[in-house]
């Protein structure tokens, strides 16, 4: 699999580093200014790799409510964060630009991240209305911009949205893997930081062959085990943060703690 050579470990932990609400977003701190969000940035940065995770996210977390289609300001901001850490990351990173698959796309290829995570195939009801994709056109942008070695990593079971077509989940993925040519897929609970059901995880793990899949929220130190003997990595964010609340900066104790359990499932 290429999660050996881009991550190095069995079952790697991508940590999400979620970017406070960034000019333009609704949240914006004026008065803070994006010196505070960089700030931020930093100090979880510091504290996820000192917890040992085995990658990092950049994200536009608190750019709620979301954009299908994002504003050019966001990614420009979000190359400006990543340009200024660049130097104190340490692990393999990646970036993904709620939700837009083609400015994740355009993020990676200028900041040099390894892989990105997006909504890229599927026509959804979300809570951001219509949710519509275009996987050959994101696939043919990444090869224009010259990004084909960054892996794509699909959300088959998207947050805050149903699949209008009433197909069963191990179908979609029969189909996505066949048609899309995914470099790994995302299985994800209702929102971020809700569980992941594992029985739709085993289902697109069975139904994916090679593909990697990741178990994308909810993944906690009590079910950490659990679920990555099914899934081949996890995806975390929520637990990361101080008492497992969204809102929070991270709590450099708790991803030790999730760590612990990763390894000793490794092991």
């Known amino acids: 699999m290429w999660l050996d050579d881009v991550f190095g470990v069995k079952k790697p932990v ?100 390894s892989f990105v995570r997006e909504i890229f195939t599927g026509v959804y ?57 995914p470099d790994g897929l995302c299985v994800s609970g209702l929102t971020a930081g809700a569980a992941t059901d594992s029985q739709v995880l085993a289902q697109v793990k069975k139904a994916a062959g090679d593909v990697p899949v990741f178990v994308n929220t909810g993944v906690r130190a009590n079910n950490a085990q659990e679920q990555l003997s099914i899934a081949d990595g996890a995806v975390i964010g929520t637990f990361f943060k101080k008492d497992g609340v969204f809102e929070n900066t991270v709590d450099h104790a708790r991803v030790e703690e999730l760590m612990a359990e990763v390894k000793a499932l490794r092991s």
Request: proline share 4%.
């Open 14 to 113: 991508i940590a999400m580093l979620h970017l406070l609400a960034l000019p333009g977003d609704p949240g914006f701190d004026s008065a803070g200014g994006m010196r505070a969000v960089v700030d931020r940035a930093r100090g979880e940065l510091a504290d996820l790799q000192a917890g040992g995770v085995d990658a990092v996210m950049f994200s536009n977390e608190f750019s709620l409510p979301y954009l299908t289609k994002t504003e050019p300001i966001t990614s420009i901001a979000m190359a400006r964060i990543i340009g200024e850490l660049l130097s104190e990351v340490k692990i393999p990173f990646g970036v993904n630009v709620l939700w837009d698959g083609i400015a994740s796309i355009d993020l990676a290829a200028a900041t040099g991240a």
């Open 125 to 181: 009801a979300s809570d951001f209305g219509l949710w519509d994709t275009n996987v050959g056109q994101a696939a043919r942008h990444r090869a224009r911009v010259g990004a084909s070695n960054v892996k794509l990593l699909f959300n088959i079971v998207p947050e805050s949205a149903t699949y209008l077509a009433h197909r069963d989940i191990a179908d979609v993925t029969k189909t996505t893997v066949f048609a899309t040519l």
